[in-house]
C-alpha cells in the first residue's frame, strides 16, 4: 500500500473534513487495482466504536469490497498472546478492595482524612493508579519527588499511596485492566520490534493524549505498511508556532499540542505530514480564523501581523451563528427549536457538549413536539425507574422509616407491580389520608396494622410491615450481606420475582449491574448502612442506559469526543461557557500541577487542551451555531476562551469586515432566540379581581368558634372557603416540629403539671414542672425528633421559674375548677351557635370565674383584643350567658392571656369592654353576616402584608392587591 520511506508515515486530515469518509475514500484509492482480498490484509485501529460504526456506514455505502480488520485501542493484542497474560480483576472489584483499604487506613488514622471523603478518596485513588499504570509511573517514582515545599500534604498523601503499593510489584495481585492493557501493549510492541508485520497496519482518529496510545502511535508509525492518520491537523499553524509547542505546562492546553510532541518524538516537522486525501474542509477561510484566534497566548501579537492577511471574515463565518441566551432554559429552548427545524427539513442534526444538564433540557424541550434525539450517553442507570427504586430500597436501611420515605416507595410504578396494582393504589391513597390525618412523621409498624385492621387492609398492612420494615442491622455488616438483604428486600416490595423489576432494557442492564456487585461483594469490607448505601449510588451512576429503538434517527446529541466522528450536516456547540466547555480541572487531592508534571503523570491543561481540539474540528462544519448562557443562577458568566478569542479577534479586524461578520452571527441567533421567547410568552389571561363571594344565607356557617372570629373578621374569605365550600388543607405529608404542635404539648404539660398542684400544693415548683415536661416532651413516641425534644424542653425551662411562682399568686386568687371545657352559645335568633373551648376556667371564693388562655406564641394587645382577636373576650361572654354545661359561676371576675415569653399575663380589657356589652357587639356582628348581600371578602384586615392565609391560592392573591376594591360576587 506505501511507499518505502526513511522516516515514520504520519498523514492527516483538516479540521472540518468528515474523518470517517475522508478515510475509506483514501483506504480505496490507494486499493485500486490491488486485488480484492489487499483490503482484507489492511488492520485498521480506531479509537471509539461509534468512530468504527461510521466506517462500515461508509463503506456499505458502496462500491462493494471486503473490510479491513478493524480493531479498537484498547485491543490490539494477539488474542493467542492474551491468553498468556493473568486474567485481568474487573474494575469493580480494585474499586472495591480500595475502598476497604482506605477504610482501614482511616480507622487507623481518623486525622488523614474525614470519614465522609472515603468512596471519593478510594475512587479518586484508583483513578490516579489507572493513569500511572497507563503512563508507566510507577509509585517508586513518585516517592522520589522533591517535595521540599509541601511536606506536610505529601505525608498524608504518603500514607494513601502505600497501601496500593502491591498493586505495582506484580508478585502476587492480578493486574487491573489499565495494567493488563499496558501489558498487553508491550507484548504487542515487542513482537513487532521482533517480526515487523509487512501488511499494512493503519491507526487512525487518535491524537494520542495517553501515553499508552502514544508509544503505539509512534511503534505503528516506524513499521514497514504502519501509518498514521491524524485528526483535526491545523496545516495553517506555522512553523514558528509548531516548534514554541515543546512544554506541557505552558502548552498543554493547546488543541495541536499532542501533535506537536508526537511529531518531535517522531523526529517529525509539519512539513513533512502529508494530507491523507484531498478532500477540503468545507470552510477553508474559517479553518484559517480559527488557527489565528488559538493561538498560543505568548504569540497572540500575531494576531496584528496575519490577521490583515485574512479575507474578508463574512465568507468565513457564513455558515456560523451565535446564540446568547439570557439563561440556560433560553438556551435549552433555542437549541431544540434549531434541532425541531432539523427534523422537519429532513437534515442530520447534532448537539455537541459536555454540559450534561443542558442536554437533559434540551431533550425535555424536545418532548414538546415528540422528538427524541439520540443521545450517545445515555441516561445515568440511577436515574431510571429501576435505579431509582433500589435507590430508595438501600435508604430504606439507614435509619428509622419516615412518611416521606415510604410513601415515594409505595407510588413508585415499580412497587406491587406483579399483581394486584389497582387495590395497592387505592390502599396507598388512604394510607396516605391517614397519614396526613394523624401527622405520623415516623410510622410505626403498629400504627399501620391497627389501620389496616379497621380499614378491612390488614393482609395489605401485613405485607407493607413485612417488606419495608426489615430487621435491625449491626453497625456493620459484610458487603454480601448488604447486598443480599438489598435485593430481598427489592423484591419483596416490588412483588416477587415476576414483578416488572427486572423487565425493559432498564431492568436487564440494572440486574446485570446488580449481579457484577453480587459476584465480588466478596472483596468489599464490612459497611454501615449508609456507606452502603453511598457505594450503591455510586455504582449505579457508573452505568448508563441507552434506547437504540425509540430515538430519532437524525437528531443526536453527542460529547466532545464524537465530533470527530462528523457525519451530521448542522452542528451545534452548546454551553460555550467557562467552566462548562472547557470544564474546570477536578481537584487532585494527590498531586499538585508541578508534581505531576516531573512525575511524567498528565498535567491538568490536558483535558483543557483535548477539549480545545474537539472545538476546533467542531467548529469547522458546513453549518456550525455556537450557543452559551450570559447568565446562570443570576450570575453572570464568562464566555469559553475560545469563543472569547473568537469575538476579539473579529473585533479587532475592521478592515475584514470582522465586526459586521460578528453582528450576523449574532443577528441568525437572534432569530431563534425570538422564537423561543415567542414559544416561552405565556397566553395573556386577566387577572383574577379581589373576591368577595355573597354566598345565600342558607349556605352561610352556622356555627363557629371562638378563634374563627378572629379570622372572619381578619380574613372572612378563609371562612368561606372552610365552612361554605368545606374545603380544609391538605395537612403535609412529612409533619414537622411546628409551633402547633409544641403549643399543643405545652398546653398538655402546663394543665397536668396545675393538676398535679391542685392535688399536692407543695408540687407548685419549678422543678416539679420541668418533671411533668420531661415525661411529655422527652417521650420519642410523642416527639419522634430527638433535637427537638431537648430544645422545647430547653425553652420551657426558661421560663418554668416564672410560671410556677405566677401560677402561686394565681391559685391565692382563684382555684382551678375547669380544664379544657367546651361550651355552646346559640343566638336563635339567627339559628347561629358559637362554640369555644376554655383552656382552665378558676372560681373564687365569691364564685367568680377566671379565665386563663396559654400563648407559646405571641398573646394580642389589648387594643388588638377589642377590635380584632376577641376570643378571651367572647369566652367571658360565654360563660356569663351559661354556655358551659354543669358550670355555671356567679360573673366573670377576669380573663387573661398567659404568654410564655417575656409579655407574661395580658389581662382582657373586660373594664373597657364588658362581656354584655361583647355579645351584644357579636350578635350585631354576626347579623350582618347573616345579610345575603355582604360578601366574604379575602385579606379584608390581616394584621400584616406578608401575612400568608391557607386559601390565598384560592383567591389568586398575586393577581390582586389589598388595595384592589373587592368585586362582590352573588351566589345561589
Do not use: C
Request: glycine letters at 6%.
Amino acid at each position: 500500500m506505501f511507499e518505502r520511506l526513511d522516516h515514520p508515515r504520519v498523514f492527516a486530515l483538516e479540521p472540518g473534513v468528515d474523518f470517517p469518509r475522508a478515510l475509506v475514500n483514501g483506504l480505496r484509492a490507494r486499493m485500486a487495482g490491488q486485488p480484492p482480498e489487499a483490503m482484507a490484509r489492511v488492520e485498521l485501529i480506531v479509537n471509539t466504536t461509534r468512530m468504527a460504526r461510521r466506517i462500515r456506514t461508509v463503506f456499505d455505502e458502496g462500491p462493494a469490497t471486503l473490510l479491513p480488520r478493524m480493531r479498537l485501542l484498547s485491543n490490539v493484542s494477539d488474542p493467542v498472546a492474551l491468553a498468556r497474560l493473568p486474567a485481568p480483576v474487573p474494575p469493580l472489584r480494585r474499586r472495591l478492595e480500595l475502598i476497604g483499604l482506605v477504610s482501614g487506613l482511616l480507622d487507623a488514622q481518623p486525622d488523614l482524612a474525614p470519614r465522609a471523603s472515603l468512596f471519593d478518596l478510594a475512587d479518586s485513588l484508583a483513578t490516579l493508579m489507572d493513569e500511572m499504570q497507563d503512563e508507566g509511573v510507577t509509585p517508586d517514582a513518585i516517592a522520589a519527588l522533591d517535595v521540599s515545599d509541601e511536606s506536610g500534604h505529601w505525608q498524608r498523601t504518603q500514607q494513601f499511596l502505600m497501601i496500593v503499593q502491591r498493586y505495582f510489584d506484580g508478585a502476587e495481585e492480578a493486574p487491573d485492566v489499565n495494567a493488563f492493557r499496558r501489558l498487553a501493549l508491550e507484548r504487542r510492541l515487542a513482537e513487532w520490534e521482533q517480526a515487523p508485520p509487512t501488511h499494512p497496519v493503519i491507526l487512525a482518529g487518535s491524537t494520542g493524549s495517553r501515553g499508552g496510545t502514544n508509544r503505539l502511535m509512534q511503534a505503528v508509525a516506524r513499521l514497514p505498511q504502519g501509518a498514521l492518520v491524524l485528526p483535526g491537523f491545523d496545516f495553517d499553524t506555522p512553523e514558528t508556532v509548531w516548534n514554541g509547542l515543546s512544554d506541557a505546562l505552558s502548552g498543554e492546553d493547546h488543541p495541536q499540542f499532542r501533535f506537536a510532541r508526537l511529531m518531535a518524538e517522531l523526529g517529525l516537522t509539519a512539513g513533512d505530514i502529508p494530507r491523507w486525501t484531498s478532500d477540503h474542509p468545507p470552510a477553508p477561510e474559517r479553518n484559517r480564523l480559527i488557527s489565528l484566534a488559538l493561538r498560543p497566548a505568548p504569540v497572540t501579537d500575531q494576531w496584528r501581523e496575519e490577521g490583515p492577511r485574512l479575507q474578508a471574515l463574512s465568507a468565513a463565518t457564513e455558515g456560523l451563528t451565535l446564540i446568547e441566551a439570557q439563561s440556560p432554559r433560553d438556551e435549552a429552548t433555542a437549541i431544540a427549536l434549531r434541532l425541531r427545524q432539523a427534523a422537519q427539513d429532513g437534515v442530520t442534526a447534532a448537539l455537541i457538549t459536555p454540559d450534561r444538564m443542558l442536554t437533559r433540557q434540551v431533550t425535555a424541550a424536545l418532548d414538546r413536539w415528540e422528538i427524541l434525539p439520540d443521545d450517545s450517553a445515555g441516561v445515568p442507570l440511577q436515574l431510571s425507574p429501576p435505579g431509582r427504586f433500589l435507590r430508595h430500597v438501600a435508604d430504606l436501611f439507614g435509619g428509622d422509616l419516615t412518611a416521606e420515605a415510604l410513601l415515594t416507595l409505595l407510588k413508585h410504578p415499580l412497587t406491587h407491580s406483579a399483581q394486584g396494582r389497582g387495590p395497592h393504589l387505592r390502599a396507598t391513597r388512604e394510607l396516605e389520608l391517614q397519614i396526613r390525618r394523624k401527622g405520623w412523621p415516623f410510622p410505626r409498624p403498629e400504627q399501620i396494622r391497627s389501620w389496616g385492621e379497621a380499614e378491612d387492609m390488614a393482609d395489605w398492612a401485613e405485607w407493607l410491615i413485612d417488606a419495608f420494615f426489615p430487621a435491625r442491622q449491626p453497625h456493620q455488616r459484610p458487603l454480601a450481606d448488604w447486598v443480599t438483604a438489598h435485593l430481598a428486600a427489592a423484591e419483596a416490595i416490588a412483588g416477587g420475582p415476576d414483578s416488572e423489576l427486572w423487565k425493559q432494557a432498564a431492568g436487564r442492564k440494572t440486574r446485570t449491574v446488580v449481579e457484577g456487585l453480587q459476584a465480588e461483594a466478596a472483596h468489599g469490607t464490612a459497611l454501615d448502612a449508609r456507606d452502603y448505601a453511598d457505594l450503591f449510588a455510586a455504582i449505579l451512576s457508573r452505568a448508563e442506559l441507552r434506547d437504540n429503538d425509540a430515538p430519532h434517527p437524525k437528531i443526536l446529541i453527542w460529547g466532545t469526543l464524537e465530533a470527530r466522528v462528523m457525519g451530521a450536516d448542522l452542528l451545534i456547540l452548546g454551553g460555550l461557557n467557562e467552566g462548562s466547555w472547557p470544564e474546570l480541572p477536578g481537584a487532585d487531592p494527590w498531586l499538585n500541577r508541578r508534581m505531576r508534571h516531573q512525575a511524567g503523570l498528565l498535567v491538568p491543561e490536558r483535558r483543557i487542551g483535548l477539549a480545545a481540539h474537539d472545538f476546533q474540528q467542531a467548529v469547522a462544519g458546513r453549518e456550525v451555531v455556537i450557543t452559551r448562557a450570559l447568565k446562570s443562577a443570576d450570575a453572570e458568566t464568562i464566555p469559553s476562551r475560545w469563543v472569547n478569542r473568537l469575538m476579539n479577534l473579529m473585533n479587532g479586524l475592521p478592515g475584514q469586515g470582522g465586526p459586521e461578520a460578528l453582528a450576523a452571527m449574532r443577528a441568525r441567533g437572534a432569530h431563534w432566540l425570538a422564537l423561543a421567547r415567542a414559544l416561552e410568552r405565556p397566553v395573556p389571561v386577566p387577572a383574577a379581581p379581589r373576591p368577595s363571594p355573597a354566598p345565600p344565607a342558607g349556605a352561610r356557617p352556622k356555627s363557629l368558634s371562638v378563634t374563627e372570629i378572629k379570622t372572619l373578621i381578619r380574613d372572612p374569605f378563609a371562612i368561606y372557603a372552610r365552612r361554605v365550600l368545606r374545603l380544609s388543607p391538605l395537612n403535609p405529608l412529612q409533619r414537622a416540629p411546628d409551633v402547633m404542635l409544641r403549643g399543643t404539648l405545652v398546653h398538655e404539660v402546663l394543665e397536668a403539671f396545675v393538676q398535679d398542684s391542685v392535688a399536692d400544693p407543695s408540687g407548685l415548683t419549678e422543678r416539679a414542672l420541668m418533671a411533668r415536661a420531661a415525661q411529655i416532651l422527652q417521650d420519642p413516641e410523642i416527639v419522634p425528633w430527638p433535637a427537638t425534644r431537648h430544645l422545647w424542653q430547653a425553652r420551657l425551662a426558661r421560663v418554668a421559674g416564672w410560671f410556677a411562682e405566677s401560677e402561686r399568686a394565681r391559685q391565692t386568687l382563684a382555684r382551678p375548677a375547669q380544664y379544657e371545657i367546651m361550651g355552646h352559645a346559640p343566638i336563635p335568633a339567627l339559628d347561629f351557635t358559637l362554640r369555644g373551648k376554655a383552656d382552665r376556667i378558676d372560681l373564687d371564693e365569691r364564685g367568680g370565674a377566671h379565665l386563663y388562655d396559654y400563648k407559646t406564641g405571641g398573646a394580642p394587645s389589648k387594643k388588638e383584643q377589642k377590635f380584632f382577636d376577641k376570643q378571651l373576650l367572647l369566652e367571658a361572654a360565654m360563660v356569663e350567658r351559661g354556655a358551659f354545661r354543669d358550670f355555671a359561676p356567679s360573673h366573670v371576675a377576669s380573663a387573661t392571656f398567659v404568654a410564655l415569653n417575656p409579655a407574661g399575663e395580658i389581662p382582657a380589657p373586660l373594664d373597657e369592654v364588658p362581656a354584655t356589652q361583647v355579645w351584644q357587639e357579636f350578635e350585631a356582628l354576626m347579623t350582618a353576616w347573616a345579610d345575603p348581600d355582604r360578601g366574604y371578602t379575602a385579606r379584608a384586615a390581616l394584621l400584616k402584608e406578608t401575612d400568608m392565609s391557607d386559601y390565598d391560592h384560592l383567591s389568586r392573591f398575586g393577581e390582586w392587591d389589598v388595595i384592589d376594591p373587592a368585586t362582590r360576587e352573588a351566589l345561589e
